[in-house]
Every structure is written in C-alpha cells, then in structure tokens.
C-alpha cells in the first residue's frame, strides 16, 4: 500500500505493509484523518493517515473485495468472499451488522450519499441495497447483469446507482 503526493508524483514514505496477500481496495475516511486498506488476506486494515499506522484490525472469514467509508463517517461497509455484507462502527471498529442475501462473493459496496443505506454487488449478478440502521434489505434486489458484477457507485443526487459488470455493461439503476 503506497500513498503519493499528486503534486510532485512522488511516493509518501515507505509503503504500508502489513497486509500478507494483495491490497483489493482502499478508501478514505471522509475527513481524511484515516485510510482502510481491504486484502485477500481476510482482514481490513484501519490507518491513521498522517501517523501511517495501523489502528485497528477487522477480520472477515474469507477475502474482502467490498470496501466504503460512509460519507458521515460513522461506518464502513465491507464484502466479503462468504456472500456476507458487514457494516462496522468506524469509531470503535465493531461490527454492527451482518447483512446475508447474496450467494456468491461481494465485489463492491456503496454508500448513499445520506449515509442511511449501502449498496452492495456480487459474483450472484444482483445487486441489494441495506437499510444501515435496521440492517434489512430495503426494496427488491435489482438483477439484469449476466456476469459478476465488479463495480458499483451511487450517485450524488442518492438516487441511482450504476454498475459495471463483468458481461461488459454498465447499468443504471433508478
């Protein structure tokens, strides 16, 4: 894991290595104060980005390839190989919930702009939207990909959502 100045296109420092398998996805707290690095190594690491050390360990039983920080910074969504969305408390690091549905891997997860629900897209092709605070699943599952689905984002407006899929399309949802 490598942070660089965009200004100079320098690296910041020597990497952060305490993962043992590749780094999948990284995301900033929406303050900035903090990184989470997600590995194929089972765990998300928590970084105290202008120390550049770890500061907490999340642990999933399987590779976690879903990775968001909510925009009001209380929570960060994770998914998992094991079909299984987490969302955790970010200032304690506990996990609050554990949000089943999928059936295959998550490849990403997404928070609304509002921070009340997280988008997430799997190897099942579908993609399920989670109500954060009650975790249930909110609406129906939205299908029509025929692959993994490898990406998805919700909007600003927090209205739709759109994904990119290993069938070669991108979707958007209302």
Not at 132 to 141: D, I, L, P
Not at 158 to 173: A, E, K, L, V
């Amino acid at each position: 894991l490598r942070i660089w100045n965009l200004d100079s296109g320098e690296a910041i420092g020597e990497p952060l290595s305490e993962h043992t398998d590749s780094v999948t996805s990284v995301t900033y707290s929406p303050d900035g104060c903090f990184l989470a690095s997600a590995s194929n190594d089972k765990t998300v690491y928590i970084w105290v980005s202008s120390e550049r050390y770890k500061l907490a360990q999340l642990d999933h039983p399987g590779q976690v390839h879903g990775l968001a920080w909510s925009l009001d910074g209380a929570l960060i969504g994770t998914g998992c190989d094991d079909g299984i969305v987490r969302l955790w408390d970010a200032d304690i690091c506990v996990m609050t919930f554990q949000l089943a549905g999928h059936g295959n891997p998550i490849r990403s997860v997404a928070f609304t702009p509002d921070s009340s629900k997280l988008a997430s897209g799997s190897d099942d092709m579908s993609i399920r939207i989670w109500d954060v605070a009650t975790g249930t699943q909110f609406g129906n599952v939205l299908r029509g990909h025929t692959d993994c689905i490898h990406s998805i984002v919700v909007c600003p407006d927090g209205r739709t959502i759109i994904s990119g899929s290993q069938d070669h399309t991108i979707r958007f949802w209302d």
